[in-house]
């Protein structure tokens, strides 16, 4: 029976609204990006070529536009080439900058759920006050901080700790900081939303059976907040992945991740296809694994019921 409080033609528009979203501006984008990726450019300055021989009426794909991406310019070395190297260095970043988040947001996270209500919406307030700045600038900020000469340095030197200027700009640290800085709110808002939920009784009933705090935060917080870790991680690990901005002003000419590479194919080699081809592997790094495990968390889920 339909639920008279929300009538069928109105449920069907608030759950049509979404996937008319995704539909507008994920999958016709992402087709516009498979098309040229299979599109022989020639000399032309233009991507938008037709696939298909207009005499013969059978599709005339570029394959090579993907084949270049896993084989070395002199048809040797498999899975050797630049291109699969920023695509493991910017998973490893990723995964970095997701497990610091982690580290970093979820005791802030749980602090804030465990504070007086009347104090919560101030630091919420203030996990999400960067966003009222310029991206850029913040960014740009630390380049300041963590230049030779910059604040922190100057710190150092001040106090005596060191005597000259320490290189931590343009480096694996100071690149990972950005990031971490950066992403951090997409880690503690979903884990706040989570553990602000939980019933803090269960830890006052495990401490009541014995457990010490260690082992009852580790038994009974971690487990009851997994949905809330899920979710920050995914919500930090997929923008990382294709990072472009941060890498280019605060890491070095060895921390070089695929969103470089895609912009250095596009807009400084003109070479849209194998730009586009690169994007479209990157987004199937990410969709596929998260499609598999969607549907065997929903399989989980129902075996339960």
Not at 17 to 39: D, E, G, R, T
Not at 50 to 61: F, Y
Not at 95 to 120: D, Q
């Amino acid at each position: 029976m339909a639920d008279s409080t929300f009538p069928v033609p109105g449920r069907r528009f608030v759950i049509a609204v979404p996937y008319a979203w995704l539909l507008l501006f994920f999958l016709v984008p992402f087709l516009i990006l498979l098309y040229i990726s299979f599109v022989d450019m020639g000399n032309d300055i233009h991507p938008f070529k037709p696939i298909w021989d207009s005499q013969t009426g059978l599709l005339k794909l570029k394959y090579e536009n993907y084949g270049s991406i896993f084989r070395s310019s002199d048809g040797g070395s498999l899975f050797q080439t630049l291109y699969i190297e920023a695509y493991l260095r910017s998973l490893w970043y990723a995964l970095c900058t997701a497990l610091l988040c982690l580290a970093v947001g979820y005791p802030f996270a749980y602090f804030i759920a465990r504070a007086r209500p009347g104090v919560r919406p101030a630091l919420l307030m203030m996990v999400m006050l960067p966003f009222w700045t310029s991206f850029l600038l913040r960014v740009y900020a630390w380049k300041g901080i963590l230049a030779d000469q910059g604040v922190l340095n100057q710190a150092l030197m001040f106090f005596g700790i060191t005597a000259e200027p320490v290189q931590m700009l343009y480096t694996d640290v100071s690149m990972l900081v950005g990031m971490t800085y950066v992403y951090l709110p997409f880690m503690v808002l979903p884990l706040y939303a989570n553990l602000v939920k939980m019933d803090f009784r269960l830890l006052e009933a495990a401490h009541d059976l014995g457990a010490s705090p260690f082992r009852a935060f580790w038994l009974v917080t971690v487990p009851l907040s997994r949905a809330g870790i899920v979710a920050g991680f995914l919500l930090v690990f997929i923008p990382a992945v294709g990072e472009f901005v941060i890498p280019s002003l605060l890491g070095g000419p060895e921390n070089i991740m695929i969103g470089r590479v895609v912009w250095d194919e596009m807009f400084t080699s003109n070479n849209w296809p194998r730009a586009t081809a690169l994007a479209v592997v990157m987004i199937a790094l990410i969709v596929v694994p998260l499609a598999v495990y969607y549907r065997y968390t929903g399989h989980a889920a129902d075996g339960k019921k």
